[in-house]
């Protein structure tokens, strides 16, 4: 099918399956591995566009399912579609239909997706022509097909199956509808559970669709990480190299770099707005909940090794080592100095609290996977993942599930 993006290999990990490349979208080029953050209903909980913006971020999430209910489609195509309704002038991948939240009030058939409208009661029906529509008005660079989306720990293994086939048939579905594929990518989305044999069916007859990008689907769903990693490792494995590959709802730092070492490249995640609305700053020693009363008097930055606004002294610049640097403009002063004991005071009491936090964590994120793609290119990302987890596991006992699953990759985070 035709394609909106150009996916271009940049280098390849000799030890590992981590892949640095860059994507060239409608709306500007991304450089992966790639985490985005989630802008659910057309905003970034807390951040203007322009802060999102000015911390890297060149790629974000909005949610189909709540952009369809409001402001809805005719407002949507009245206003020529989300990135002006948002003030967003860089790209959009919208998903995130919510039938897993919704089965309690939805019923699944080969139609659709049957629920009742959350805001009125209303009976709604969600087909994959519609959610493809509704995406077309949205105006997203990357779209995602309408999938039959199972938990993960389901023991039900013939409904396991059955959404399965039936989000291939509805990858074919979407297909058809698509309006825009000029300027719209479309993405298809690998399901099956923790079943790898179903991944493997699954990606065998999705690849054949030609869709311009690749998405692992239903994870993140309470799995154990163990279970994960193998899903991980096994679609990757059968996913074309000159298509982006994208693990949905993966945000935890861990996470991401031993996902990007088992060869994906994108990713995206609430959690690090989330959390930081309870006062938790992601940082290089792990997360720190800066609520608690040991940090009321502290007067050093919330992360001294970050380089976002909120850690970088009063009127520093970004360093060149920035993914947020900007050559035209690189004195623009942006440090701001806030310290630990000024969020501590903030947290509890002011919305600001929430927000510095929210523009570091983003930062902080969108950073480490700009080291990880240089580390890739240098030919270190082995090394660079060890430090990271020595880091973070300064005791020097790491999680065996991240032990197990480098180590099906070639790296061992205990080898000297």
């Known amino acids: 099918m035709p394609s909106a993006l150009t996916f271009d290999l940049v280098a390849k990990c000799s030890t590992t399956k981590a892949r640095a490349a860059t994507l060239k979208l409608p709306h500007g080029t991304v450089q992966t591995p790639l985490y985005m953050p989630v802008a659910t209903q057309a905003s970034l909980k807390g951040l203007t566009a322009e802060q999102l913006e000015s911390v890297g971020c060149r790629l974000c999430l909005n949610n189909t399912y709540h952009l369809g209910l409001k402001p809805g489609q005719k407002v949507l195509d009245e206003m020529g579609g989300a990135h002006k309704l948002q003030g967003w002038n860089w790209n959009i991948l919208t998903g995130k239909f919510q039938i897993v939240s919704l089965l309690e009030l939805a019923t699944v058939t080969e139609d659709g997706v049957r629920f009742l409208s959350p805001h009125d009661g209303t009976p709604m029906l969600l087909t994959p022509e519609a959610s493809i529509s509704l995406q077309n008005s949205i105006g997203s660079d990357i779209l995602m097909q309408l999938d039959d989306v199972i938990v993960t720990t389901s023991q039900d293994h013939e409904r396991m199956r059955e959404a399965m086939y039936r989000s291939i048939r509805w990858l074919d579905r979407c297909i058809a509808a698509h309006k825009n594929p000029e300027t719209q990518n479309l993405f298809c989305i690998i399901q099956g559970g923790l079943d790898l044999d179903m991944r493997r069916e699954c990606c065998e007859e999705m690849v054949k669709r030609g869709t311009p990008g690749i998405a692992i689907g239903g994870l993140s769903g309470g799995e154990e990480k163990v279970s994960y990693c193998q899903v991980v490792d096994t679609c990757t494995g059968l996913l074309p190299e000159g298509k982006p590959r994208y693990v949905m709802g993966v945000g935890y730092p861990e996470d991401l770099l031993v996902s990007v070492a088992l060869g994906a490249d994108m990713f995206d995640c609430v959690w690090a707005t989330r959390t930081a609305r309870f006062g938790n700053a992601i940082t290089s020693s792990g997360v720190l909940n800066l609520r608690q009363s040991a940090f009321s008097e502290s007067l050093s930055p919330v992360d001294p ?25 690189p004195d623009n002063p942006v440090g701001l100095g806030i310290t630990k004991a000024l969020i501590h005071h903030l947290a509890a009491k002011e919305t600001a609290g929430a927000h510095l936090l929210t523009m570091h964590n983003v930062y902080w994120l969108l950073q480490m996977m700009h080291e990880a793609r240089g580390a890739i290119i240098k030919g270190e990302f082995p090394g660079y993942l060890s430090k990271r987890f020595q880091w973070w596991y300064p005791e020097g006992v790491y999680p065996e599930w991240a032990v197990g699953a480098l180590r099906r990759v070639g790296l061992d985070l205990y080898e000297k």
């Open 305 to 329: 090794t970050c380089t976002c606004p909120i850690c970088l002294p009063t009127g520093a610049p970004y360093p060149s080592t920035s993914h947020a640097y900007d050559p035209r403009n």
